[in-house]
C-alpha cells in the first residue's frame, strides 16, 4: 500500500502538468488577443462618442441658428430700415471676430476640412479644425444670422463635427483623415436628418474618392450622430413630405429647368472663388486691405437686397423655400435673384456661413418662377428639380444633391428626373466653373500656406 501511495505521489504531479500547461497557454492567447482587440474597440467607441457629440452640436445649432434669425425679426420689427444699420455694422464686427479671434472660421468650413484632409503639416491642420476654431466658428455664425447674413448652418456643422471627430481622435491619431470625414459626414446627416445623403456627401465631396478602410468609420459616426438628433427632435422630413409627380409628357421641362440652374449654381461658385483669389488691379488690393470695410459694404448690400425682397432674403431661407415647395406662397420674379446676390455678398464677405440651405432656396425660387410661367405644370416637381440643379452647380457633385432633396422631401417617385437633373445641371456649372467650390477654396487655403499636401481638386 505504501508502494501505491508513493507511486500516486509520484504520478500526480506529471498527470497534472500538461493541463497547467495547456491552462497557461489558453491564458495567454486571450491576453493576446485582448491586446489586440483594445486599440480596435477603443477605436470603435471613440466614435461612437464623437458621432453622439455631433449629434448634440448639430441639434444645438440649428435651435441657435432659428433664435438668431427670430432675434433678427424681432430687431427689424420696428422699421425694415433698421436693417441698413444693423446689417453692416453686424457684418463688420462679424469679420473682426473670424479674421483675428477666431482665425479659420470664415466661409462655410467645408473647404477647411477638406484642406485639413489633405494637408502633411500637423499643425496647420490642427489651426483649420480645432475647438476654438468650432467654437467661434457657432457664435460668429449666430451673430451672423442675428444681422441678416443669407447663410446657412449645415456647411459650418461639418467643420464642427470634424473638429469633434479630431478631438476624438487624438488617442488614434493614424485614422485622423477618415476621423474628419466621418466628422463632416455625420454633420450633415444630423444637420438635415439625411443619413444617406450623409454617407455620399462623405464620399463624393469631401473624400472625392470611395475609402474603403474609412467607410465603417463614416457609418458608425452617421449612426451616432443620427440617433442622437432623432432622440432630441424627434424623425422628421426637412423640408416635409412631398408628392408632386412630373407627367411624362412634361418631362421636356427638366433638361431645361436643369440647364439653368445648373448654369446660375456655376456662376455663384465663379464668383466667389474669383473674390477669394482676389479680385486684380486697385480694387483687389482695396479690399485686401480694408477686409473688414468690405464686409460692411457687403451687409450694406445684402440689406438692400432685403427691402427690395420684403425681407425673404435674409437667413438661411429655410421657411421661404418649404413655402414654395407645398404651394403656400408663389416665388415672385425677383426673388431668386435676390436671395442669389445676397448669399453672394455674404459669401465673399468672410463671415462664416454656410451654402446649402440658401442654395436651397434660391433654386426653389428658380422652380416657381418657372411654375409662374407655366402655370400647368405641377409647382412641387418644378420646385424639387430647381432645388437640385441649382444645389448641383453649386457643389459640382450631382449625387450628394438628388440624394439629399429626395431624404428631405421623401419623394422617391421624382427620383428619375432628379438624377436626369443632376448630371445635366452638373454639365451646365462646368461650363462655367471649372474646378468644384469647395475644393478650390481647399487648394487656396493650402497654397496660401505654403503647406505640401495631397492633390484636392478633380476638375472635368
Not at 497557461?24 to 464623437?50: H, K
Not at 413630405?241 to 440647364?259: F, N
Amino acid at each position: 500500500m505504501t508502494e501505491m501511495r508513493d507511486a500516486a505521489t509520484t504520478i500526480e504531479p506529471n498527470a497534472a502538468g500538461p493541463k497547467r500547461s495547456r491552462y497557461r497557454r489558453s491564458i495567454t492567447r486571450l491576453r493576446s488577443a485582448s491586446l489586440e482587440a483594445y486599440p480596435l474597440w477603443r477605436g470603435r467607441l471613440l466614435f461612437l462618442a464623437g458621432g453622439i457629440c455631433v449629434g448634440l452640436a448639430a441639434v444645438l445649432m440649428a435651435k441657435g441658428a432659428d433664435l438668431a434669425q427670430d432675434g433678427f425679426r424681432r430687431l427689424t420689427a420696428p422699421s425694415p430700415l433698421i436693417a441698413l444699420v444693423l446689417t453692416p455694422a453686424g457684418f463688420a464686427l462679424a469679420a473682426l471676430l473670424a479674421r483675428t479671434v477666431f482665425p479659420n472660421s470664415q466661409g462655410s468650413g467645408i473647404p477647411q476640412v477638406i484642406a485639413a484632409r489633405h494637408a502633411r503639416d500637423a499643425r496647420f491642420r490642427f489651426s483649420l479644425i480645432s475647438p476654438r476654431v468650432a467654437c467661434g466658428k457657432v457664435l460668429v455664425l449666430f451673430l451672423g444670422l442675428l444681422c441678416g447674413a443669407s447663410a446657412g448652418r449645415e456647411g459650418p456643422t461639418v467643420q464642427v463635427g470634424a473638429a469633434i471627430m479630431a478631438a476624438f481622435g487624438r488617442l488614434t491619431p493614424d485614422r485622423l483623415p477618415g476621423l474628419l470625414l466621418a466628422g463632416g459626414a455625420a454633420g450633415v446627416a444630423a444637420a438635415f436628418n439625411t443619413p444617406l445623403a450623409g454617407i455620399v456627401f462623405g464620399i463624393e465631396e469631401l473624400g472625392r474618392a470611395y475609402e474603403a478602410r474609412s467607410s465603417g468609420l463614416i457609418v458608425a459616426g452617421i449612426v451616432a450622430a443620427g440617433l442622437t438628433s432623432l432622440w432630441l427632435l424627434g424623425n422628421y422630413t426637412y423640408f416635409g413630405t412631398s408628392q408632386a409627380e412630373l407627367p411624362l409628357a412634361a418631362g421636356w421641362i427638366v433638361p431645361l429647368l436643369a440647364g439653368l440652374g445648373g448654369f446660375a449654381g456655376g456662376l455663384f461658385s465663379r464668383l466667389v472663388i474669383l473674390f477669394a483669389r482676389g479680385l486684380p488691379g486697385a480694387a483687389g488690393r482695396l479690399i485686401g486691405a480694408r477686409p473688414v470695410v468690405f464686409a460692411a459694404l457687403c451687409g450694406l448690400c445684402v440689406a438692400l437686397c432685403g427691402l427690395a425682397s420684403h425681407g425673404t432674403a435674409y437667413g438661411t431661407g429655410y421657411e421661404e423655400a418649404r413655402a414654395i415647395l407645398h404651394g403656400d406662397t408663389t416665388a415672385g420674379w425677383t426673388y431668386a435673384p435676390l436671395k442669389f446676390a445676397a448669399t453672394v455678398l455674404s459669401s465673399i464677405s468672410g463671415i462664416p456661413g454656410g451654402l446649402f440651405a440658401p442654395s436651397l432656396a434660391v433654386g426653389a425660387g428658380i422652380g416657381g418662377t418657372v411654375h409662374s410661367v407655366l402655370p400647368d405644370m405641377p409647382v412641387g416637381a418644378l420646385v424639387l428639380i430647381g432645388m437640385v440643379a441649382y444645389l448641383t452647380g453649386v457643389l459640382q457633385a450631382p449625387i450628394t444633391s438628388f440624394v439629399i432633396v429626395t431624404e428631405m422631401t421623401q419623394n422617391h417617385t421624382m427620383m428619375i428626373p432628379l438624377m436626369i437633373a443632376a448630371l445635366i445641371a452638373d454639365a451646365a456649372s462646368k461650363a462655367v466653373c471649372r474646378g468644384g467650390l469647395y475644393h478650390t477654396l481647399a487648394e487656396l487655403m493650402l497654397e496660401r500656406a505654403d503647406i505640401p499636401a495631397q492633390p484636392v481638386t478633380k476638375t472635368a
